[in-house]
């Protein structure tokens, strides 16, 4: 079956930039679907960070994305998420997941089918 | 804070029903597919719902979601344990252009 694994640093220091990536087993990105990043601080709620198509277009959110960047490996199957310029306050789990994204009838049809475990980064000193 | 509101939380009683609202706009809920979410504690968010009222495969008929307007409802029945959890909507702003969660729900299985 699908599955979405992320790996990157569970520390980074402020002012910094945050890598992470995100595995994907069981299916070829170059297939098709989006692929998607979001964020969720302790004891807070979801975020959506941005989403990427294996031909590289992308959307972030308009609220993070003069500080992200998002690609696409497809030779490696996997896809990541670069956040500069942190502050405590990107302090928060990490999600990766498979974006289910059209467009049909004047209406977007979005939902995120397959979800990763989430990694902790922790920004800090 | 985010474009979708729900209520903070809602219980009942093991085998009782329980419904979570999602208000929104036309910007979004109201032209746009509503999904929903269940998170456990300590576990990544699972799709529930999807195209307003589909489940994926092997997700329980008590879980049923349906969409009025620029609101959108979840329900649940026969509330089980492990239906303890918390539970976001979302869907596409056309005029954010982002994915928007809910503000999220918890249940409480009394």
């Known amino acids: 079956q699908v599955q979405l694994q992320e790996s990157g640093p569970g520390l980074v220091r402020p002012s910094e930039t945050l890598s992470l990536t995100c595995d994907v087993s069981?299916?070829?990105?170059?297939?098709?679907?989006?692929w998607g990043w979001m964020r969720q601080p302790p004891g807070r709620g979801q975020e959506w960070i941005g989403s990427i198509y294996h031909s590289g277009n992308t959307y972030y959110n308009p609220s993070l994305k003069s500080r992200v960047t998002i690609s696409v490996d497809t030779s490696s199957n996997q896809f990541s998420l670069r956040l500069s310029s942190l502050t405590a306050a990107d302090t928060a789990f990490y999600y990766c997941?498979?974006?289910?994204?059209?467009?049909?009838?004047?209406?977007?049809?979005?939902?995120?089918?397959?979800w990763g475990q989430g990694t902790m980064v922790t920004v800090s000193s | 804070q985010s474009v979708l509101t729900q209520p903070p939380s809602v219980s009942a009683a093991p085998g009782q029903k329980v419904t979570i609202s999602c208000s929104g706009s036309?910007?979004?809920?109201?032209?746009?597919?509503v999904s929903w979410y269940q998170q456990v504690p300590g576990t990544a968010p699972k799709l529930l719902i999807y195209e307003n009222n589909k489940r994926p495969s092997g997700i329980p008929d008590r879980f049923s979601g349906s969409k009025s307007g620029t609101s959108a409802t979840l329900g649940i029945t026969g509330l089980q344990t492990g239906d303890e959890a918390e539970y976001y909507c979302?869907?596409?702003?056309?005029?954010?252009?982002?994915?928007?969660f809910g503000t999220g729900t918890k249940v409480t299985v009394l």
């Open positions: 979302g869907t596409w702003d056309s005029s954010l252009s982002a994915y928007v």
């Open positions: 036309t910007s979004n809920i109201g032209n746009n597919y």
């Open positions: 997941a498979r974006h289910v994204r059209y467009y049909g009838s004047g209406s977007y049809y979005d939902s995120f089918d397959i």
């Open positions: 069981g299916y070829s990105i170059s297939s098709g679907y989006y």
